[in-house]
């Protein structure tokens, strides 16, 4: 179930400013702090672009995405050419090349 965060609209109480809730994809955001019931917005959170991407998607954006296939081994399922599929945390050759997907800025 995906967790959502919300932050209150006024004051904050003991549990902080933002807390956040896992509910159902269906479930009604809250209006209301489960711990001191006063106002509270849902926030959009990062987690949400994790649901809509692919890893087409994330590979267009730089993004490396490792899927865990066995103990110690990881499918780079976002992986350019040249790269390998699939790293093995033993195996440093395999390691993704993260730092080419970073420029300085020219
Ligand atoms: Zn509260």
Not at 66 to 72: A, E, M, N
Not at 88 to 93: A, H, N, S, T, V
Not at 94 to 104: G, I, L, N, Y
């Amino acid at each position: 179930m995906p967790l959502y965060e919300y932050e209150h609209t006024g004051k904050p109480c003991k549990k902080g400013k933002t807390f956040e809730v896992t509910q159902d994809f269906e479930d009604d955001a809250l209006e209301k702090c489960p711990h001191c019931g006063r106002k509270v917005v849902r926030l959009i959170s990062g987690a949400s672009i994790q649901f809509t991407k692919g890893p087409a998607e994330l590979k267009n954006m730089g993004f490396t995405k490792l899927v865990r296939r066995d103990k110690g081994v990881y499918e780079n399922v976002t992986a350019q050419d040249g790269e390998s599929k699939v790293w093995e945390q033993d195996k440093p050759e395999t390691m993704p090349d993260f730092k080419s997907r970073f420029t300085d800025g020219d």
